[in-house]
C-alpha cells in the first residue's frame, strides 16, 4: 500500500521552476490550487525546504558523523493528518522546530545516516524514516508512511528531482501544473522533472483531466499518469 500522490508544481511556459522567477510572474495562485488538491501531506527535497521552510535552523555534515544506522528503521514521534515532508538523503538538515507549516516533520533518508542524526531527530520529536542504502528507496519510504503514519495523499511540491525521483520510481499518480504566463530561458535551470536516470527515450504518458484557466493568464492543468 502506499499514498496516492500527486505532484504539484508552478512552471514558466518553457517548464523552468525557480522560484524567484515564478514570483515575478504570480503569486498566491500555487497556494490556493494547492488547498484545493484536498487534505494531503506535503513532501519536498532538501534544497527546497532549506530555501522555503523556516524550521531549518542550518545544513551541516551530521548525517555523516558517526556510526550508520545500516538498516531499514522508522521512528514515528507523533501522529497527524497531515505532515510536511523531506526527502534529506544523507541527513544535513538541522531543525529548530519540529513542525513547519503547522503539521509536524518527517525526515526521509539513507540507511547510511548515522544512528547519533537519527537519534537527535526523535529527541527533537521529529519522526523520520530510513530507507535504502547509497540512495532513499522511495518506493519504501512511501509505503511506510502509509502504513506507519496513515498518509493516504501525498502532494510532492518540489523541486524538480524529487518529482523526477518520484516518477522514475513509479509512484507518480496524479500531475498538477500551473503555467504561469512568462518565459524563463536561462540555460541550465532545473525543469519541473529533472534528473531522470533511465537510458531510453520513452516518455511518460498522462491522461488530461482538467483544465482551468485563472483571471491572471495562469492556466491549471491536471493530469493521471498512464499506468
Known amino acids: ?8 508544481m508552478m512552471t514558466s511556459v518553457d517548464g523552468r521552476i525557480d522560484c524567484p522567477m515564478l514570483g515575478q510572474l ?10 484545493r488538491l484536498g487534505k494531503c501531506s506535503k513532501l519536498s527535497g532538501r534544497v527546497t525546504t532549506v530555501l522555503e521552510c523556516p524550521a531549518v535552523k542550518e545544513e551541516t555534515a551530521a548525517g555523516t558523523t558517526g556510526t550508520p ?10 501522529k497527524a493528518d497531515e505532515y510536511t515532508i523531506t526527502v534529506d538523503t544523507h541527513g544535513k538538515i538541522c531543525w529548530k522546530s519540529n513542525e513547519a507549516d503547522g503539521h509536524p ?3 526521509i533518508v539513507t540507511e547510511d545516516v548515522s544512528k547519533e542524526y537519527l537519534d537527535s531527530l526523535t529527541a527533537q520529536g521529529i519522526s523520520w524514516i530510513a530507507s535504502g542504502k547509497g540512495h532513499i528507496d522511495l518506493r519504501r ?13 501525498l502532494a510532492v511540491v518540489g523541486g524538480g528531482h524529487i518529482c523526477g525521483g518520484f516518477a522514475e520510481a513509479g509512484l507518480v ?5 500551473m503555467v504561469a504566463p512568462g518565459i524563463d530561458g536561462r540555460e541550465g535551470q532545473t525543469a519541473m522533472f529533472d534528473g531522470i536516470r533511465k537510458e531510453n527515450c520513452n516518455p511518460y504518458k498522462l491522461k488530461l483531466e482538467s483544465v482551468e484557466k485563472w483571471d491572471t493568464d495562469i492556466v491549471w492543468l491536471r493530469y493521471k499518469v498512464k499506468k
Open 26 to 35: 504570480s503569486t498566491d495562485e500555487y497556494y490556493i490550487a494547492l488547498e
Open 105 to 107: 516533520v518527517i525526515s
Open 173 to 177: 499518480d496524479e500531475v498538477s501544473v
Open 1 to 8: 500500500m502506499k499514498p496516492y500522490i500527486i505532484t504539484h
Open 69 to 78: 544506522v545500516g538498516h531499514e528503521a522508522f521512528s514515528v514521534c507523533r
Open 141 to 153: 519510504a512511501v509505503e511506510i508512511l502509509n502504513e506507519e503514519f496513515g498518509v493516504e495523499r
